[in-house]
């Protein structure tokens, strides 16, 4: 109905959801929400590479086996991410980054 | 199409899977990477008979991975080069040389943290598992050359020292060094890799040689943007100025053998990567990159010397110190010349064994007394002289007192600014050394000068002195070695100085960056 889409449309995309992500890792105080935000940015990072896969790279795929790598590492990070959060919780029984302030900044 | 290709020749070879080993994929080049994920494995698998069977043979197993790791590296140097996995790995000589720089702190890491962890109770098993991960992490990282490789070995090198930050469990400290260290690190991964997406959609490859090439034809204000992208992760990596704020925190919240391996193995990895990336990778903004990282080297010397000034406690004037060491290992950086790599490389060698050495003793002291405040060592000679010792010869090294090993690798660094004409550089180098010095001294000046009236509560009910229980030789061993090769090593210093310069005779692409930098230097 539209046509084929420039590439400039997705990468615009990929630029507002990474910079939502960014937005959301200053500003958030609940710790689950800062890692949520890097999530998205990640996210942000992988519209990018299947992007300029399908738009640029032609047979080859590389940006695609790129981005499988990403969702996989995001994966870990994200397992880890959770697994500090809870043995920081069992210590200090709350999520807010505020008061996670033993350690001066 | 050469990648068709190999493409072709791996379908050929499906047929004898040894010759694909030898013919594609290279795969030697990554063998001491496979005695330690060997000797990770086999950890783990120890792990599962029990904590006592653990505490009994997974230290000789960490020492047979890494030992057999740094020996096959040996075996490599100067070996004739081929990249391994279609151009991902590439075991140059400055990939071997940071690599053994990365094993051998592993390995006296791993020395120093037998006792310490023993102490506070936690399993030996998975914590020498995890840091031999962040090990191989960073092993890869110094022979990647491959955005791919590069991301993949990154984040297994961080995912493992958040783990390790965050070891003791019970220890609120601890979490949040790791909470923080975490959500830095991969706000830092994610911006890395949008910087590596842009530049794959800019050349439409991953491999940094191609990218590199790319980016000499047509060098765009995108790719500006994505050398900022990336140039952050690199100094988020090596703790520069203003991408420090992490560094602090996490060295006095973490274990200190965790710190140890981070401030040695982790930064030397980093400084690795950086070479590759900035070198390697962005030869078109030579100008641009240099111009940013002379900010950053200024930055980082100036405050984490002055900085470092105001602490109180071990663990964090260590890595402000730290913060400032990295800032002096820039200079090499920015300088470009064949002195200036070959400067780092030798810096980075010898930062390893007096870091280590001082976190040696340290680790020793709180293990004897369980505090890390510089006002607790007032009047530690009268009853414990190693520790004095070792710990005086280590910072006078850090702080670049001549004959120590620190001297002749400080020295050189300005020597190499200084030709290259970084007159900025240097100057503010000498300046923050003679500030360094005075931070130094003045803890040296509290565990020797004190009258014993004037000693600390804690030294004076000193415990006496055994080195019978579990754990203590192996850190006696290592804070020996270190001290000895920091004190003597100023006198050996020649065989240091023609490896240095031989790893960076046997690396193309910084003879290539030389080169070109020659080049521009006459015309």
């Known amino acids: 109905m539209f046509g084929p889409l420039p590439i400039q449309a997705f990468l615009l995309l990929a630029a507002l959801l990474f910079c939502i992500g960014v937005w959301g890792l200053i500003n958030s105080r609940n710790a689950v929400r800062v890692l949520m935000s890097i999530e998205l940015m990640l996210n942000a990072v992988n519209i990018n590479l299947m992007t300029f896969s399908s738009y640029l790279d032609g047979d080859l795929i590389r940006g695609q086996v790129f981005a499988v790598f990403v969702i996989t590492v995001a994966a870990a990070e994200a397992a880890v991410g959770l697994a500090i959060l809870l043995s920081l919780y069992r210590n200090r029984v709350t999520v807010d980054m505020e008061r996670f302030n033993l350690l001066r900044w | ?523």
């Not at chain 2, 092993?139 to 930050?165: K, N, P, W």
């Not at chain 2, 491999?207 to 000499?216: C, D, F, K, R, Y």
Request: net charge neutral; hydrophobic share 55%; aromatic share 10%.
């Open chain 2, 1 to 523: 199409m050469p990648l068709l290709g190999v493409i072709f020749l791996s379908t050929q070879a499906m047929t004898a899977p040894g010759e694909l080993l030898n013919l594609a994929l290279n795969a030697g080049a990554v063998a001491p990477e496979g005695a330690v994920l060997l000797a990770m494995l086999a950890t783990l698998l120890v792990d599962l008979a029990g904590e006592r069977v653990a505490a009994r043979w997974v230290p000789p197993i960490c020492y047979l991975g890494l030992g057999v790791a740094l020996v096959l590296l040996a075996l490599q140097w100067n070996a004739p080069l081929e990249p391994s996995f279609l151009g991902a790995f590439l075991a140059d000589n400055l990939a071997i040389a940071f690599r053994a720089i990365v094993a051998l702190s592993t390995l006296l890491s791993l020395l120093i943290s037998w006792r310490y962890a023993e102490q506070s109770g936690t399993p030996v098993g998975e914590y020498a598992a995890i840091l031999l991960a962040a090990t191989l992490g960073a092993m890869l990282l110094c022979g990647s050359t491959d955005l791919v490789s590069v991301f993949v070995s990154l984040e297994t090198l961080s995912v493992a020292s958040y783990l390790l930050s965050g070891y003791m469990k019970g220890d609120a400290r601890s979490s949040e060094a790791a909470l923080k260290y975490l959500l830095i690190g991969s706000a830092a991964a994610a911006v890395f890799l949008y910087g590596a997406s842009l530049l794959y959609g800019l050349s439409g490859s991953t491999s940094l040689e191609t990218i590199g090439i790319a980016l000499l034809t047509s060098p765009t204000p995108l790719a500006a943007l994505a050398l900022v992208f990336v140039l952050a992760t690199v100094a988020f990596k090596i703790a520069a100025v203003p991408f420090h704020q992490w560094t602090p925190d996490v060295y006095e919240g973490s274990p200190t053998p965790v710190v140890a391996f981070l401030s040695v193995g982790s930064k030397a990895a980093g400084f690795a990567l950086a070479l590759r990336l900035l070198v390697g990778c962005f030869g078109a903004f030579d100008t641009q990159w240099k111009l940013l990282f002379t900010v950053l080297a200024v930055l980082s010397m100036t405050l984490g010397n002055v900085v470092a000034l105001a602490q109180t406690s071990m663990k964090r004037m260590l890595a402000y110190s730290s913060i400032g060491q990295a800032g002096f290992v820039m200079i090499g950086l920015v300088c470009g010349t064949k002195d200036g790599f070959a400067a780092m490389v030798l810096y980075m060698a010898a930062y390893l064994f007096m870091n280590l050495g001082a976190f040696a003793c340290i680790i020793l002291f709180s293990i004897r007394t369980g505090s890390d405040r510089i006002a607790d060592y007032a009047g530690l000679y009268q009853k414990d002289p190693l520790i004095t010792l070792g710990l005086s010869l280590c910072l006078l090294s850090l702080g670049g007192i001549p004959p120590m090993l620190g001297f002749f690798g400080k020295i050189y660094l300005f020597f190499a600014g200084w030709a290259d004409q970084q007159y900025l550089l240097v100057v503010v180098g000498l300046v923050t050394s003679v500030i360094s010095i005075y931070y130094y001294i003045s803890v040296i000046k509290m565990m020797v000068v004190k009258e014993p009236q004037e000693a600390s509560e804690i030294v004076k009910d000193y415990p006496p002195i055994q080195w019978k229980t579990l754990g203590m030789p192996p850190l006696r061993i290592a804070l020996v070695g270190c001290v000895l090769f920091t004190a003597v090593g100023g006198i050996l210093s020649n065989p240091l100085f023609q490896w240095a310069n031989s790893a960076v005779a046997g690396t193309p692409l910084l003879l290539e960056a030389i080169a070109t930098g020659s080049e521009r230097a006459l015309g």
